[in-house]
């Protein structure tokens, strides 16, 4: 079972830090989409999405890789982190990805510190995450995704 995880994690390095705690336990090939403009996926089972979420989004570099370089009927997850929980952050991602007929196994999400814009003036939201609580349901989530 090989997987990749595909990231983007530039604004704390919070969604980063999840996969930080995953790579703890667990071993895979890890990809920043910020470093790379497009990447060969092929000889994966398993292909993560991870970003901290930007205007409601994955960042566009990791929609981007998935648009061009998922292959066709891959395994697929989704890790992201925000700074004010809503629902349909990965919609944008789960529709790149099911026009490659993936599988969607499950998605993790959490808070993570968010200083964009006013929230800078008050020191930010989210302050003190992703937590270890955090970190520990990230690695809980990987190891209970179907193999
Ligand atoms: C330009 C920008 C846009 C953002 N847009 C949103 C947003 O739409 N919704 C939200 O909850 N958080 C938003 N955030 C906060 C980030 O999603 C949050 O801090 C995340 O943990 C950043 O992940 P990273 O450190 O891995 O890049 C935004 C942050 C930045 C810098």
Do not use: W
């Not at 980063?16 to 910020?34: C, S």
């Not at 349909?88 to 529709?95: F, H, M, P, Q, V």
């Amino acid at each position: 079972m090989k997987t990749a995880i595909v990231y983007y994690s530039q604004h704390h390095g919070n969604t980063k830090k999840l996969i930080d705690a995953i790579a703890a336990q667990y071993e895979f090939t890890l990809i920043d989409a910020a470093q790379t403009a497009s990447v060969f996926l092929e000889d994966y089972d398993r292909i993560g999405f991870a970003s901290g979420v930007y205007y409601s989004k994955f960042h566009k570099s990791v929609l981007q890789i998935a648009e061009q370089d998922l292959p066709h009927n891959k395994a697929v997850f989704f890790l992201y982190t925000y700074g004010a929980k809503k629902d349909g952050y990965t919609k944008s991602i789960a529709e790149v990805v099911r026009k490659k007929s993936a599988r969607i196994l499950g998605e993790f999400g959490c808070p993570g510190l968010d200083t964009f814009g006013p929230f800078k003036l008050v020191g930010g939201i989210a302050k003190g995450h992703p937590s270890q609580e955090d970190c520990d349901g990230a690695v809980r989530f990987y190891g209970s995704l179907p193999s």
